[in-house]
């Protein structure tokens, strides 16, 4: 299938879809080497008692999976972007492997930070997978970093295991800690990058954003400066990451940031929600926000494009304009033109 049949072809799959999946299309000059992977992010399934959970969030888990198995081309892999869990329970950690195990592809892990908190990420390693890793596929060098650790003085001064997972699940929380990839996970990442190609594409999945946005919420990684030094020298780098449940996106150097939408539920931006600094990235154009009456609204998929380093995000919004944010080689930095001019005024009832 040609990549013209190829984007029809998954547009009239997915226009009517209200599901928070990513498809990520890699694209190259030789067509013959592009290649596509599904990305589902922030699944958060919560256990009330015994075997019941939260059933939105299952059912949006369970959507996106059902979702992922239709694709058509089939994906060649399906990454999970962090937070399959809400408080770190094995038992949460095993309902959601459980949903996820009826994809017809097994996924690779990204950890986030309410997968780790409550033992660690000890139940996560012996059960999901390593905290950080990388592999190759087709030319493209991937990355995944886990970004949510933080100080052990942090980490060690709680009483107990359930208490240390609850100030770092909070999203307004002064009691929490910023995020980072830390000294040692920063060597790894030096020595692996040094076998790598300058000219090789490559793709970093964090769930944490690489960049410093917003404190009070660790929309921030206290080390990012350093993680986008080390990928500096290289000609193409995007970044992709879950946590912050909204449309973000950024262009830092030669590193193109995009975000994914969450299955469980979306966040404001923190400019709607308090008046203390933050950093959201200035090319980011606001998105009408979620419907209370709506469950599934806010949350979305996003197909992305890339191609000779330059990176074109295709949103699909429930029930709101589709949105394309694309690089633009004049002003070299991602627009969102069609949305800027033809902008609904914003939603407020959030």
């Given amino acids: 299938m040609n990549r013209r049949d190829f984007l029809k072809h998954s547009g009239l799959l997915l226009a009517a879809s209200t599901l928070p999946l990513s498809l990520v299309e890699l694209a190259f000059a030789n067509t013959e080497d592009n290649f596509s992977f599904a990305y589902i992010s922030d699944a958060h399934i919560q256990q009330i008692k015994g075997t019941q959970f939260v059933r939105n969030w299952d059912k949006g888990l369970m959507r996106a999976v059902a979702e992922a198995n239709l694709l058509d081309p089939k994906p060649d892999f399906i990454m999970f972007g962090g937070d399959l869990a809400q408080l ?10 459980e949903i996820l195990s009826a994809l017809h592809q097994k996924p690779r892990f990204v950890l986030g930070e309410h997968d780790f908190y409550l033992d660690m990420g000890e139940y996560w390693a012996k059960k999901v997978s390593e905290h950080y890793y990388s592999f190759d596929h087709k030319g493209v060098h991937f990355i995944v970093l886990n970004s949510i650790l933080t ?12 208490e240390r997972m609850a100030m770092m699940a909070g999203l307004d929380n002064p009691l929490g800690s910023p995020f980072m990839v830390g000294e040692a996970q920063r060597n790894w990442l030096k020595a692996d990058l040094d076998k790598v190609d300058k000219k090789t594409p490559v793709v970093v999945f964090s769930h944490s954003p690489l960049q410093k946005i917003y404190k009070g919420w660790n929309f921030w990684t206290d080390d990012a400066e350093q993680v986008q030094a080390l990928l500096k020298p290289f000609n193409k780098v995007t970044v992709i990451y879950g946590h912050v449940h909204q ?5 830092i150097g ?17 400019s709607t929600y308090a008046q203390a600094e933050q950093f959201l990235p200035k090319l980011t154009v606001e998105m009408n926000r979620a419907d209370p009456f709506f469950e599934r609204d806010a949350t979305g998929w996003q197909l992305i494009d890339i191609a000779n380093g330059n990176t074109a995000v295709h949103y699909s919004l429930p029930e709101n304009k589709p949105r394309t944010v694309a690089f633009n080689p004049k002003t070299k930095r991602p627009e969102d033109s069609e949305y800027q001019q033809q902008r609904d005024l914003p939603q407020t009832h959030y």
């Fill in 247 to 251: 449309i973000q996106y950024n262009q």
């Fill in 88 to 97: 770190g329970k094995p038992e949460e950690i095993d309902h959601g492997l």
């Fill in 254 to 270: 030669n590193i193109s940031f995009h975000s994914v939408m969450a299955t469980a539920w979306p966040w404001p931006y923190p």
């Fill in 151 to 162: 100080h052990d003085e942090w980490s060690n001064k709680w009483s107990s295991p359930q």
